[in-house]
């Protein structure tokens, strides 16, 4: 069954440093998505992209973030200047073109920002 | 107010039995609901989805949902040890899913 990827599983920063996290969503989904768990709190809503613009973002969203589909296949969310509160779990999902609402969620990728 | 409210927990419930997670919202303009299932460290994954009033059975899982109420319901039958996790519950609003905190469930053998 396919399966959205993400990579890096762990990434360790240093503060202020730019970060740049990756998804392959599954091949036929249309909708891209980011969100981010912080150790211990829910799981929040960043960003939703389709046809090569963002949808919606959220309030945490601010202009150190972006996200980009460079080719066919990944879609990456940048962190321009890491903060020391950008320490999370950060889930990437897809959603097929029939059911744009049914999120299917990828491993993660753990970032911890020093 | 909470945007989605569910019970914490722990749920303990006793393997074979029934478990109950409850969850009410606050927008009204949701128009599906879904449940995930969260392994600790491990990313949501997708167990039920809801559109309409009503009840939705698959295979162990029957999730109920009330609109007037703002309200859905997840009933886990025969629950297995497996299926201690946490539960969450996600209304969706056009592209964005709003996630509750979860419930966290054991189930003792």
């Known amino acids: 069954e396919p399966e959205v990827t993400q990579t890096p599983s762990h990434q360790v920063t240093q503060m202020g440093q730019e970060v740049i996290l990756r998804c392959v969503p599954i091949s036929n989904h249309l909708y891209f998505y980011w969100y981010r768990q912080i150790l211990g709190q829910k799981v929040e809503f960043l960003v939703s992209?389709?046809?090569?613009?963002?949808?919606?973002k959220s309030e945490i969203f601010d202009d150190q973030f972006s996200v980009e589909r460079p080719d066919g296949s990944n879609f990456t969310l940048k962190i321009r200047s890491t903060k020391l509160e950008d320490s999370a779990m950060y889930f990437c999902?897809?959603?097929?073109?029939?059911?744009?609402?049914?999120?299917?969620f990828g491993p993660g990728t753990r970032l911890l920002v020093l | 107010q909470k945007e989605v409210e569910q019970n914490s927990g722990p749920l303990s419930v006793p393997e074979g039995a029934i478990a109950s997670l409850n969850c009410t919202y606050s927008d009204r303009v949701s128009q599906s609901f879904f449940w995930y299932r969260q392994y600790s460290g491990k990313s949501p994954e997708l167990i039920m989805s809801?559109?309409?009033?009503g009840d939705k059975e698959d295979g162990r899982f029957t999730a109920q949902l009330n609109k007037a109420s703002q309200y859905v319901s997840l009933l886990i039958r025969d629950s297995q040890p497996s299926d201690s996790a946490t539960y969450l519950c996600a209304p969706a609003n056009d592209y964005k899913l709003s996630f509750g905190a979860g419930t966290t469930v054991t189930v003792r053998a």
């Open positions: 999902a897809s959603s097929p073109p029939d059911r744009a609402q049914t999120q299917y």
């Open positions: 809801i559109y309409s009033n």
């Open positions: 992209f389709y046809n090569n613009e963002i949808s919606e």
